[in-house]
């Protein structure tokens, strides 16, 4: 009888075993054109996505350059792009320990903190650059909100005219009043174009205090966009679980055309 119930148990597992084994195929089988289409559908999308960039670049060099609505590229394939200047946030491996900490700072953290994680950055940069805004967190347990001032593109200047005032705040120089002034001059659709235009629409105090660190700030502080990073995604809109394509570009901005200088799949 012992021998019998080895016996029956042995076949128990056996057949357990053969019907996971069938099944998994099965389920293969059924997953098979599953991700047979998927791939075709994200193959699709990078096309997509290329397009748009090439769209781009075309209506940059006719004058009429600007972020996308929805592009319908035909047979229900669509595209879109956005564009940022990374000149609107902090660059992360050229802004000194003193842009560092005031920027910190400004973020509510207390003096001795923000000073010793500005010197954490300095130290970590001098072993290598840091590829991405997020590698801050190798650094320092920081939120979503800070590193989202932060970018490791561009020329490492500060866009007087697309950056936030949290940002304009780090920079040496600028106070209250001549942050006001950026700000009004800007919403009115009259952007400053100078260091010496803000110079000059400051009060005394204010402008005493910025020709203080003027030849600083004539380093850092620039009134318009020399780079731009391009991020267009491509899709086909047969279904909501449809994969999306996402490219991404740094571009230099160049009178006839915008000028490749990074690319990368996201």
Sequence with gaps: MRRRGFALLAVLWTLAAVTAAVGGTLAALKDGPRASRNRILLARGRWAAEACLAIADARWEA???????????GRATRCAWHAEDPAARLNLNT?????????FISTGMPSNQASALSDSVVA??????????????DVADVPDAV???FTVDGPGTVNAN???PQVLAALPGLGPEAIERIASRRASGRPLTS???LVAALSPIGRAALLAEYAVLARLLVFGSAQLTIEAAGWVDVESTAPRATIEVAVVLLPSRLAVIRRRLL
């Design 147 to 149: 590193l989202a001032e």
């Design 63 to 73: 004058g009429r350059w600007a972020d996308s609505a929805t592009i319908d590229l």
């Design 95 to 103: 802004m000194d320990h003193a842009v560092l900490q005031r920027f």
């Design 124 to 137: 970590r940069r001098r072993l290598a650059p840091f590829a991405s805004p997020e590698q801050l967190r």
């Design 195 to 197: 260091l010496d235009a």
């Design 162 to 164: 697309a950056a936030a």
